[in-house]
T-cell receptor, first 112, second 107 residues
Framework: SQTIHQWPATLVQPVGSPLSLECTVEGTSNPNLYWYRQAAGRGLQLLFYSVGIGQISSEVPQNLSASRPQDRQFILSSKKLLLSDSGFYLC???????????FGDGTRLSIL | AQRVTQPEKLLSVFKGAPVELKCNYSYSGSPELFWYVQYSRQRLQLLLRHISRESIKGFTADLNKGETSFHLKKPFAQEEDSAMYYCALQGTYKYIFGTGTRLKVLA
């Protein structure tokens, strides 16, 4: 069966530090991959999605970036974190665009 | 524009009462709509999708194209239904989520 792993679960970082959040999917090939930010009262905001290795689409311009170095690996990064980057980040995958999405446990990111 | 609107941030009902979580959408083509649920300390997970036309945990949702709605209903709420519910629209390559409704079922 397919599983999705997302880590770390929580992260506390100082302003201006770099960021790397990792997400991997097992048990499937060529999944669509997504990064969301979940904020209270604002729902889920799609940040990036990828339909294949090296193919990244950005939905919201900001100081975050995403990469897909392998078929089932999706990384969310930043060179310099801002206070406004604090939040809850979710990774998700789907097998094709018309299929339901499956979510990871999320990462709680706090910027000090 | 593609948009999903969930007008209620919080909905409180008593156990045994009917529940209706509202969802309205804006989409130019044939929409594919989903309801996701997040129970306390659990992952966000699919509850149901409109093309399945099934009932999950007693919940149903009917797509009304005339009213552009996909409301989630359950005739008798249970305490374990307390959770955050998100309506989602499948767009071109991505989902568009509503802002969510927190359902509290009171004993």
């Amino acid at each position: 069966s397919q599983t999705i792993h997302q880590w770390p679960a929580t992260l506390v970082q100082p302003v201006g530090s770099p960021l790397s959040l990792e997400c991997t999917v097992e048990g499937t090939s060529n999944p669509n991959l997504y990064w969301y930010r979940q904020a209270a009262g604002r729902g889920l905001q799609l940040l990036f999605y990828s339909v294949g290795i090296g193919q990244i689409s950005s939905e919201v311009p900001q100081n975050l970036s995403a990469s897909r170095p392998q078929d089932r690996q999706f990384i969310l990064s930043s060179k310099k974190l801002l206070l406004s980057d604090s939040g809850f980040y979710l990774c998700a995958w789907s097998q094709g665009r018309h299929q339901p999405q499956h979510f990871g446990d999320g990462t709680r990111l706090s910027i000090l | 524009a593609q948009r999903v609107t969930q007008p209620e941030k919080l909905l409180s009902v008593f156990k045994g009462a009917p529940v209706e979580l509202k969802c309205n959408y804006s989409y130019s083509g044939s929409p594919e709509l989903f309801w996701y649920v997040q129970y306390s300390r659990q992952r966000l997970q699919l509850l149901l999708r409109h093309i399945s036309r099934e009932s999950i945990k007693g919940f149903t949702a009917d797509l009304n194209k005339g009213e552009t709605s996909f409301h989630l209903k359950k005739p008798f709420a249970q305490e374990e239904d307390s959770a955050m519910y998100y309506c989602a629209l499948q767009g071109t390559y991505k989902y568009i989520f509503g802002t969510g409704t927190r359902l509290k079922v009171l004993a």
